[in-house]
Nanobody, 116 residues
Framework: QVQLVESGGGLVQPGGSLRLSCAAA????????MGWYRQAPGKQRELVAT???????NYADSVLGRFTISRDNAKSTVFLQMNTLKPEDTAVYYC??????????WGQGTQVTVSS
């Protein structure tokens, strides 16, 4: 079992920055990749960015060049640095972890609101 706890969401003006964190606990040695997804009101949950244990990253086209995903050396915490935020980035952001046994775990979500 893997537990994920997100933090760092909030209200920011357009053009501003936020940094999200997701701390993993439990069977963290089983994790092979972590990532961030988001869900805006009335829309489906979508991928934002992922990072593997080897450091390979993947980004949605809509955030490429503005968001950066990273992990700490212990690979137990994943970060999402979000710059040049736009109103369309407003959503609940969810942390995700995938294990070598193909299990998928989700955090509880953190709200990001971009508004003037």
């Amino acid at each position: 079992q893997v537990q994920l706890v997100e933090s760092g969401g909030g209200l920011v003006q357009p053009g501003g920055s936020l940094r999200l964190s997701c701390a993993a606990a439990g069977s963290i040695d089983s994790i092979v990749a972590m990532g961030w997804y988001r869900q805006a009101p009335g829309k489906q949950r979508e991928l934002v960015a992922t990072i593997t244990n080897g450091g390979t990253t993947n980004y949605a086209d809509s955030v490429l060049g503005r968001f950066t995903i990273s992990r700490d050396n212990a690979k137990s915490t994943v970060f999402l640095q979000m710059n040049t935020l736009k109103p369309e980035d407003t959503a609940v952001y969810y942390c995700n972890a995938k294990t070598r046994l193909f299990d998928i775990y989700w955090g509880q979500g953190t709200q990001v609101t971009v508004s003037s």
